[in-house]
């Protein structure tokens, strides 16, 4: 009994040490050194070096001068990295349809001169409540607003949107997508901060 139970102990100390420090050392040794940005969070910093952000979750942008992201259900006021989650409310909610309503009525107040139609995914929560990215045409649909608070040309601010589509990834997978912290960033380094 004694030589089975000492057995056990020192199976479980092996494991423990292998499992439990030796492998998520390794790995986090290995993540660092080759995928160091990823591995840290993909942070976004701005031009004095602070970090805004990451590329990899939604926040939200209230100025008129900013290109606005879809709507988040994660979290209170949404956009809450600890909290994501979609809203779980389905197609026949009317709950949501009044959330979509109100908000495509915001939308179009706050965007005069642009379309009559509002993209969809900028009344719609994606699954997590914290995608990052728009379709290039979500992002076009704000051009005027976002040109017109600027005081920029429209062309040279959908220059930038157009610099900044990224493309499917392996050439198939996804859409085209724009990340809008990066758009922002972009319009703040190229026509200053509003």
């Known amino acids: 009994m004694a030589n089975v139970f000492a057995i056990s102990v020192r199976t479980t100390i092996v494991t423990v040490l292998l499992t439990g420090l030796l492998y998520p050392l390794a790995l986090t040794g290995i993540s660092q050194l080759l995928f160091s940005s990823p591995a840290n969070g993909s942070l976004v910093t701005d031009e004095r070096g602070q970090v805004v952000g990451s590329e990899l979750i939604g926040q939200a942008f209230s100025n008129a001068a900013y290109f606005q992201p879809r709507p988040s259900a994660a979290g209170a006021n949404g ?89 499917r990834d392996l050439f198939i997978l996804g859409e085209p997508r724009v990340n809008v912290l990066l758009l922002n960033l972009a319009l703040d380094r190229q026509f200053g901060r509003p």
């Open 79 to 167: 956009y809450d990295a600890t909290s994501s989650s979609g809203s779980n409310l389905g197609s026949t909610s009317a709950a949501l349809r009044k959330r979509v309503e109100a908000d495509v009525a915001r939308l179009q107040q706050e965007n005069p001169a642009a379309p009559p139609l509002v993209p969809v995914e900028l009344v719609t929560t994606s699954a997590s409540g914290l995608d990052p990215h728009l379709s290039p045409e979500a992002a076009r649909w704000q051009l005027p607003r976002v040109a017109a608070a600027r005081g920029v040309a429209l062309e040279r601010v959908g220059a930038v949107v157009d610099s900044l589509v990224e493309q």
